[in-house]
């Protein structure tokens, strides 16, 4: 077995190529680290170093090692931080609608990069279960769609369009069909509502959790929907004035985090800020 404390002094000459100035780096006199690569060097039976007055050299086993050296180091070092709680963000716990997971991976490698012993435990879904998920203290950061009222951290105002398919209208069939969110879902009742405020009837012909399922299907001719502009695709066609419908202007991305926070998670969260643009 590897003594670690070998390995450190083994490696700080390897790096500093002077017995000398790797004893001022692991604190030891000089001696104390000459000791130590020569027990390493007893161990294995053979050299590791070529000493002269004036330089040291690695010789061809003192490489192979010094590879070793460095990953054994690196191991022990992470399972003590681990272990003893060092890691204090060990686990970041982060929320957010199924249209952010995809465009916000890059944001999230970048950060993931700069903490590297912090893992990130994303969970996208509908808004209203993450905010309950927020509220039992199952995450530590939520990115969340709402109607305006519940004050957040930072928020911004989610523009939404009515969106029909363009080859397959919905509206002018009776009853019109909805494409929606399950119970409890965002826009669901405000879609509910305006149909029934032109006195249209109307039923459910497609529902699903998923944002983009959504999308795809009321541009297949599956269902009038209401979503966020961002959603809207080439075969969509948009309604509103003109069919009676009013534009929606109460619903808002809104981002939340505790005040005790670590600190790596009020860094992730500025950055989501700034990356959907939201205001304080």
Not at 40 to 52: I, K
Not at 78 to 99: F, I, N, S
Not at 179 to 188: C, E, K, S, V
Not at 194 to 219: F, I, K, M, N, P
Request: charged share 25%.
């Amino acid at each position: 077995m590897f003594n670690p404390q070998l390995l450190l002094s083994f490696v700080a000459v390897c790096e500093t190529l002077s017995f000398t100035r790797a004893a001022d780096r692991v604190s030891l006199s000089q001696s104390t680290v000459s000791l130590q690569v020569k027990r390493l060097e007893d161990l294995l039976g053979r050299p590791l170093l070529e000493r002269s007055s004036h330089q040291v050299e690695l010789t061809e086993e003192g490489e192979r090692l010094l590879t070793y050296a460095r990953r054994i180091i690196a191991l022990n070092e992470e399972a003590h931080d681990a272990l003893t709680g060092a890691w204090r963000d060990g686990v970041l716990r982060l929320g957010m609608p199924e249209d952010f997971a995809v465009p916000t991976v890059e944001l999230l490698a970048a950060f993931s990069r700069e903490q590297p012993h912090l893992r990130l435990d994303v969970t996208s879904g509908l808004s209203t279960d993450l905010r309950g998920a927020y509220d039992r203290e199952e995450l530590d950061l939520i990115l969340v769609k709402q109607r305006r009222g519940q004050p957040p951290r930072a928020a911004r105002h989610e523009p939404l369009l009515w969106l029909d398919s363009m080859a397959h209208p919905a509206i002018e069939r009776s009853p019109v069909s909805l494409a929606m969110f399950p119970l409890g879902g965002l826009y669901r009742d405000e879609l509910c509502q305006a149909l029934d405020e032109l006195g249209l009837r109307w039923r459910v012909g497609y529902c699903s959790g998923s944002l983009a399922a959504l999308a795809a299907a009321s541009a297949a001719g599956l269902g009038v929907t209401l979503l966020p502009a961002s959603c809207q695709l080439p075969g969509h066609r948009t309604l509103g004035a003109a069919e009676g419908l009013v534009e929606i202007t109460d619903f808002e991305l809104a981002l939340y985090y505790r005040d005790n926070a670590p600190v790596s998670t009020l860094v992730l969260a500025e950055r989501l800020a700034a990356f959907c643009r939201l205001e304080p």
